[in-house]
């Protein structure tokens, strides 16, 4: 199986402050690949530079192939990235942001409503499709995130503290999505919670003071 997310030696200066230091990642379709460490790691910053919101000083990355700074636009159409503090349009319903989304993404007619409908119930999220997110708590909004990241089923999945804020249930339910996903993606998943690399993920990448 090949290697679908492909990081070599990422690194990132902030003026005199080296905050990711030589990183390398590799995550095959399939594999649940979690990225562990204590606040101020450099793990968010390893995230963003992986998901091209972030140019890298040096090294590169790859997903599904293609070079996140040279074929930018290709990438991010392989990749589901759900960041720490996910951007979401707080005036619409989660039913009308999803669907927008799924459309956004490349998907159509009954496939969108499909996938839409599928991660309403799958997140429980079917109770508060008609709500206006900016109503929503926090745990509800970042489950309305997650689904936006994952609805178009992407060979990479970089996931930021995906379970950030959820109750034990709902935790659950998150987890039980994600394991499901791994039938046609890679996931990269960065958490500081050792229960949550013990439950979900396959192989570990510790990062401390910006090394791993």
Known sequence: ???????????KKYKTRTVVNDVS????????????GPNGAGKTTCMRMLSGYLPADAGSAKI???????????AKFNLGYLAEHA?????????YYLNFIA??????GLQANNAVD???????????AFQPISTLSKGSARRVALAAAVIHKPPVLVLDEPTDGLDPIQKKHVRNLIVEL?????????????????????????MANGCK
């Open 87 to 95: 951007p979401i349009y707080k005036a619409h319903s989660v039913l």
């Open 25 to 36: 990642v590799h995550v095959k379709q399939g594999e649940i690949v979690g990225l562990l």
């Open 182 to 206: 791994t039938k046609s993606s890679a996931v990269l998943m960065c958490t500081h919670q050792i229960d949550e690399v013990v439950a979900m993920c396959q192989r570990t990448v510790i």
């Open 64 to 74: 599904a192939g293609f070079d996140i700074n040279h074929y930018a636009l290709q």
């Open 1 to 11: 199986v090949s290697m679908v997310l492909r990081a070599e030696h990422l690194v």
């Open 118 to 128: 599928d991660l309403l119930l799958k997140l429980s999220l079917d109770t508060i």
């Open 103 to 108: 459309r956004a993404r490349g998907l159509k």
